[in-house]
């Protein structure tokens, strides 16, 4: 939910695969939309819209969104990868996200989480937490791959990590 009380809405499941089979599959998204109570609206927001099966924005994993110095930044989780908003006035809804840039991008990301009392964002995605440095930071660094003992990767390629915030410092 934003600070005026308009709400954010992903689409799309993004933890099973598209196909045929029962049990993998996955309801298509339709991107990302803001809905305002007021007059229940829903106005998709630009850039948002998947022309098919394997656009980023078909599967919206996660929404997130804080104010910091009265800029509004919004992170959308995605089959494709994390994408932000950045919003300084009501015109910035017109702008299509930025994506932020790993150093292996193309993967899916499942979770997003910000941390908002030193201002960084961390999201999970390809069995690795990555973290952004700051709010308004294009690229981000690959912090954890989940290993075992003796070096080996716990998961699979592109199982899910859930992440979770403290409110506290």
Known sequence: QLPDN???IGTGEGSFQMGSRFGHLASKGKGVFLFNPADASFTRLKGTGPSCNSSAWANVNKVVACEADGVTYVFAATKGGLYRWTI????DWNNAPTEISTSEDGFPVYDVAIVKAHNLVY??????????????????LNVS?????????????????????SESN
Do not use: M, P, Q, W
């Not at 300084?88 to 015109?91: G, L």
């Not at 999970?124 to 973290?131: E, F, Q």
């Not at 791959?145 to 979770?164: C, M, P, Q, W, Y």
């Open 88 to 91: 300084e006035s009501e015109e």
């Open 123 to 140: 999201f999970s995605g390809d069995s690795k937490v990555y973290r952004c440095s700051s709010l308004d930071a294009n690229t981000a």
């Open 6 to 8: 308009r709400i954010l």
């Open 145 to 165: 791959t989940l290993k075992s003992e003796d070096g080996v990767a716990i998961f699979e390629k592109s199982h899910r990590i859930f992440l979770a915030v």
